[in-house]
């Protein structure tokens, strides 16, 4: 097989796994705690950004002004209900289809990386047993700048030795898609095609992704 395809960076929260639902309810009971609104409409501001940053935008919902040591100390409550969720994540919690085109990139030898703003990123790789897939994984610990900014997927292309030419992303936030056209790369968008208006191609979900499909991006 000739192409261009070297690399297949992955967002991890809402492709390879729905952990944005444990995110989401971690923050949903600090903002209770706190008496701030916060339902799922805010909620899909979150998608792709940092924790840090996740705060201030359920703090816009607030009366108060907050010191940083406080807003530091909620980050931590909320990441230790964020952990306790998914110290339970099984191997059963991938998405359908993941497995199979994980499968399809390791038979025709393309590099695989896992590319998230999550600190947990390595933690849930290891929890759903799928760390033998990936050759690199970029987390939050890794980068300084989120999405939309490129750095997660220059990261994850430098360190597999590959350019962004070569690489096409898997994104489930518009922020992700816009980051990866940024770092010029090929994006994939997995969900709603009229929020991911920016991919170049986006699929309803992993299973009606193939090789095939992708490689057409490459022609
Ligand atoms: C991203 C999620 O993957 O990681 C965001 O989409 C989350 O919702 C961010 O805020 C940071 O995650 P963590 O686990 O480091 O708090
Ligand atoms: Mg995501």
Redesign the pocket.
Same mark, same amino acid.
């Given at each position: 097989m000739k192409t261009q395809l070297k690399a297949v960076l992955f967002? $991890?929260? @809402?492709v390879i796994v729905d952990t944005?639902k444990y995110?989401y309810l971690a923050w949903k009971k600090l903002a209770d705690s706190e008496g701030i609104y916060f339902d799922e409409k805010i909620n899909e501001r $979150? #998608? @792709?950004? +940092?924790?840090m940053a !996740?705060l201030e935008i359920i703090l816009e919902r607030s009366s108060r002004v907050y010191s940083e040591e406080e807003k530091q100390k909620m980050t931590e409550i909320k990441?230790n209900w964020?952990r306790e969720m998914i110290e339970q994540l099984k191997p059963d919690e991938v998405l359908p289809g993941v497995i199979d085109f994980l499968n399809s990139l390791k038979k025709y030898g393309i590099k695989c990386a896992i590319c !998230?703003? !999550? #600190? +947990?990123a390595a933690y849930i790789i290891d929890k759903l047993g799928i760390k033998d897939y990936f050759d690199t994984i970029v987390g @939050?610990q890794d980068i300084t700048k989120s999405k939309p900014d490129p750095e997660v997927f220059l990261v994850a292309a430098e360190r597999l030795n590959v350019s962004p030419a070569e690489c096409v992303v898997f994104e489930d936030?518009y922020a992700g898609i816009e980051a990866a056209k940024r770092g010029g790369m090929k994006a994939v968008g997995v969900g709603n095609p009229d929020i991911l208006t920016n991919a170049d191609v986006v699929y309803k979900d992993m299973t009606e992704v193939t090789l095939e499909k992708v490689l057409k991006l490459f022609q």
């Open positions: 967002d $991890l929260d @809402g944005a995110h $979150l #998608k @792709g950004v +940092s924790r !996740s990441n964020y !998230s703003a !999550s #600190k +947990s @939050g936030a």
